[in-house]
T-cell receptor, first 117, second 117 residues
């Protein structure tokens, strides 16, 4: 059974700091890994999607890496800002026995990030 | 159009009421999902529709009844809910690409905040 773990559970940093969020998963049979951001009471916003064959993806100040063999992904946020404060969720899309790629995402518990001025 | 639209944004209902949540997407995605999210927890999958057919029901109580009228619309009919059903209900969509190398991620809506009184 696929399990996804995110460390740390919460992180508080001063504005301007570079930071790393960690995600690990137990089964490397995945199609892709997706990082989401969620503001309180809101839906999920996709930040980055990394295919299983890729090593990293970048968008603006965000960079996500994937090491499928070791079951790890990191989300790097450069020059953090108070507006980055949110919960960050990592989710993997597992390959399933039916050969189809729809189905449940397996989520981590999330990292609550607070960036203070 | 790269969005998933959910209505209503907030809903308060009594335990004897019947109500419906609606979800719409125009990205041509052929898989649509309902997720339930409790406070400080990751989303939990409820139902998956692929090509307008129910493909996954995660043992959800029958007081929740999904419906997919066409490839762009997904409804969740609610009847005789309990206070513990209060949560954020999220709709998502993706392309159910079959076989290896699914290149597509999930797109989530902003959710319906449901309160059962």
């Amino acid at each position: 059974k696929q399990e996804v773990t995110q460390i740390p559970a919460a992180l508080s940093v001063p504005e301007g700091e570079n930071l790393v969020l960690n995600c690990s998963f137990t089964d490397s049979a995945i199609y892709n890994l997706q990082w989401f951001r969620q503001d309180p009471g809101k839906g999920l916003t996709s930040l980055l999607l990394i295919q299983s064959s890729q090593r990293e993806q970048t968008s603006g100040r965000l960079n996500a890496s994937l090491d499928k063999s070791s079951g790890r992904s990191t989300l790097y946020i450069a020059a953090s800002q108070p507006g980055d404060s949110a919960t960050y969720l990592c989710a993997v899309r597992p390959k399933n026995a039916g050969g189809t790629s729809y189905g449940k995402l397996t989520f981590g518990q999330g990292t609550i990030l607070t960036v203070h001025p | 159009d790269t969005e998933v639209t959910q209505t209503p944004k907030h809903l308060v209902m009594g335990m004897t009421n019947k109500k419906s949540l609606k979800c719409e997407q125009h990205m041509g995605h052929r898989a649509m999902y309902w997720y339930k999210q409790k406070a400080k927890k990751p989303p939990e999958l409820m139902f998956v529709y692929s090509y307008e057919k129910l493909s996954i029901n995660e043992s959800v109580p029958s007081r929740f009844s999904p419906e997919c009228p066409n490839s762009s619309l997904l409804n969740l009919h609610l009847h005789a809910l309990q206070p513990e059903d209060s949560a954020l209900y999220l709709c998502a969509s993706s392309d159910p690409h079959k076989g290896q190398g699914s290149p597509y991620g999930y797109t989530f809506g902003s959710g319906t905040r449901l309160t059962v009184v």
